[in-house]
């Protein structure tokens, strides 16, 4: 079965701490995406990666980052330095980057700062 | 102006009813737009693309108006399973990075 997963779906944090989600895709897609997504708010993209080793800031990434090593694999760590961290944070991935290629989601995790 | 508006709603529907939406983008370059589902406390899934001569699947219909920037969604039979927030879906004119607006909230009531 073809598809995105991440872990885990639930997670708690103390402040100060950073802490990294796991995001892995085996559609065989080059784009993968993080999102985060507050109550009653639309999706807001953190950081996105077109291709391994290569990744770019998206609208919000300060407190984050990134890494692609993998093809298959796109994890994000939220750093003591994101003020307001709480959140859904949702990962997504895509064929190429270009026009007209939908993106498809995994279940995402959420994430509590206690 | 936000990139991408939406009613939140909610849209209270009677079962069998029709319901009907808009979504309002500000970027004239904008070329792909979507409709994605996202039920309560769960990722969004793609519901539909919208194409320029306007779409059907089964019960939905997608339109675009490109003059006045804004896409459109229809639910015929609205079925108690529809219940759901629809987030209209932009994409930026370079690359595939997306805007989403924040969701039309619909409740189909029996």
């Known amino acids: 079965d073809g598809g995105i997963t991440q872990s885990p779906k639930y997670l708690f944090r103390k402040e100060g701490q950073n802490v990294t989600l796991s995001c892995e895709q085996n559609l065989n897609h080059d784009a993968m995406y993080w999102y985060r997504q507050d109550p009653g708010q639309g999706l807001r993209l953190i950081y996105y990666?077109?291709?391994?080793?290569?990744?770019q800031k998206g609208d919000i990434a300060e407190g984050y980052s990134v890494s692609r090593e993998k093809k298959e694999s796109f994890p994000l760590t939220v750093t003591s330095a994101q003020k307001n961290p709480t959140a859904f944070y949702l990962c997504?991935?895509?064929?190429?980057?270009?026009?007209?290629?939908?993106?498809?989601f995994g279940p995402g995790t959420r994430l509590t700062v206690l | 102006r936000k990139e991408v508006e939406q009613d939140p709603g909610p849209f209270n529907v009677p079962e069998g009813a029709t319901v009907a939406f808009n979504c309002t983008y500000s970027n004239s370059a904008s070329q792909s737009f979507f409709w994605y589902r996202q039920d309560c406390r769960k990722e969004p899934k793609l519901l539909m693309s919208v194409y320029s001569s306007g779409n059907e699947d089964g019960r939905f219909t997608a339109q675009l108006n490109r003059a006045s920037q804004y896409i459109s969604l229809l639910i015929r039979d609205s079925k108690l399973s529809d219940s759901a927030t629809y987030l209209c879906?932009?994409?930026?004119?370079?690359?595939?990075?997306?805007?989403f607006g924040g969701g039309t909230r619909v409740l189909v009531k029996p």
């Open positions: 997504a991935s895509s064929k190429s980057d270009w026009n007209y290629n939908e993106q498809f």
């Open positions: 879906v932009v994409n930026r004119a370079a690359g595939n990075k997306l805007t």
């Open positions: 990666s077109q291709i391994v080793n290569d990744f």
